[in-house]
């Protein structure tokens, strides 16, 4: 036997460090966690990303509608500015034609007109029935001239009244009378000018049913749209959440990991 048996050497370490089995189990665990960490953070910036483009799409359909309902009130109150302009202007053109009707009725050469009307409907009547003419006092300057017209018109004996509170012409011939009366001629153009400014309900709809119907179709769309980026956004949220809880176990055991490093 010999005398000495052969030892082989211990290794040394030169320039390292001695590293126990679990510090590199722990050390393992702790990459790992912070890799998830790093990936969760990733799809948490990606899913930000599309969270916010989801929100701001949202914002901008909410815009562009909120934008059009304003428009569409904007308009609403111009035309019903414009309704109220065109009713106080058709009031006043009323109120001027009625002026100029008013005026032009008792104009001196408006009641000659009526008169010689008058004179030409007794035409057939016989010359030796008298006639008997009552005139507003207005044309009383004029007496000679309507003698004249009469004579033109028929040789009958003729009288003439003039009444200073009456503004009628009458024609007295037998037992015919005819009369021009100012008022009653005013009245009836005013008849005339007595239309209905609104627009029937049925106008109103054949005009605007395309308008409308191109409308509807429009905020329709705005409406299907802004349901979908609102169900992205919230489907986004719901996944965010779930990663969250998945995730909270994993960084409970990288804070317990780092603090027995810590006492160690």
């Not at 949202?58 to 909120?66: F, I, L, P």
């Not at 007496?143 to 009958?156: G, K, L, N, T, Y």
């Not at 779930?242 to 027995?260: L, Q």
Request: aromatic share 4%.
């Amino acid at each position: 036997m010999p005398r000495s048996i052969p030892i082989p050497p211990r290794t040394r370490v030169i320039d390292g460090v001695v590293v126990s089995r679990d510090e590199l189990s722990r050390g393992i665990r702790t990459e790992r966690v912070d890799d998830d960490i790093r990936r969760w953070a990733k799809r948490r910036v990606a899913e930000t990303q599309r969270t916010m483009a989801g929100q701001r799409a949202c914002a901008m359909h909410a815009g562009y509608r909120d934008g059009l309902a304003m428009a569409l009130e904007d308009v609403v109150a111009h035309l019903m500015r414009t309704e109220q302009m065109c009713l106080r202007w058709r009031s006043e053109m009323i109120e001027q034609v009625r002026g100029l009707l008013t005026c032009a009725s008792r104009h001196p050469e408006a009641l000659l007109a009526a008169l010689d009307d008058a004179l030409h409907a007794f035409a057939d009547v016989p010359s030796e029935v008298p006639v008997t003419i009552v005139l507003p006092v207005l044309l009383k300057p004029r007496r000679d001239e309507i003698r004249a017209r009469v004579q033109a018109a028929c040789h009958a004996p003729l009288k003439l009244e003039f009444r200073a509170t009456d503004e009628r012409i009458s024609v007295h011939r037998g037992s015919t009378v005819i009369e021009y009366d100012p008022h009653d001629y005013v009245a009836r153009a005013e008849a005339a000018l007595d239309i209905d400014p609104n627009a029937s309900k049925a106008d109103l709809h054949a005009m605007l049913a395309p308008a409308l119907r191109s409308l509807g179709e429009h905020v329709a769309a705005l409406a299907t749209d802004s349901d979908q980026t609102e169900r992205i956004a919230n489907m986004g949220h719901d996944v965010d959440a779930a990663r969250c809880r998945a995730i909270a176990p994993a960084i409970g055991r990288f804070d317990t990991t780092a603090g027995d490093d810590e006492h160690r």
